[in-house]
């Protein structure tokens, strides 16, 4: 589940993995950011996820406990999901 999956996100395959299963113009934009803060991808996609298990407002964790309740997979669909919102956050 998702707490697993977020256990694991520090190790490179495991970002690589769920990377690839995003939109590409959304895993271009990690790399870039992560690119622009001297991290490697899964450092970046490790540290928006916990900051965001860290900082979130209700709302937001409705939304996204909206969207993993039907989900196969819930944990990978979460990180997609905020990892998806941090970079197209305004």
Do not use: C
Request: hydrophobic letters at 50%; aromatic letters at 6%; proline letters at 4%.
């Amino acid at each position: 589940m998702l707490g697993d999956l977020i256990a694991q996100l520090d190790r490179p395959n495991v970002a690589a993995g769920v990377m690839a299963t995003l939109d590409p113009a959304v895993s271009e934009s990690i790399g870039h950011r992560a690119a622009s803060l001297s991290m490697s991808p899964a450092e970046f996609v490790t540290g928006a996820v916990h900051e965001f298990i860290e900082r979130a407002d209700d709302d937001l964790w409705f939304q996204l406990l909206t969207r993993i309740r039907k989900a196969d997979d819930p944990g990978l669909v979460a990180v997609q999901t905020i990892l998806r919102w941090v970079v197209t956050e305004k």
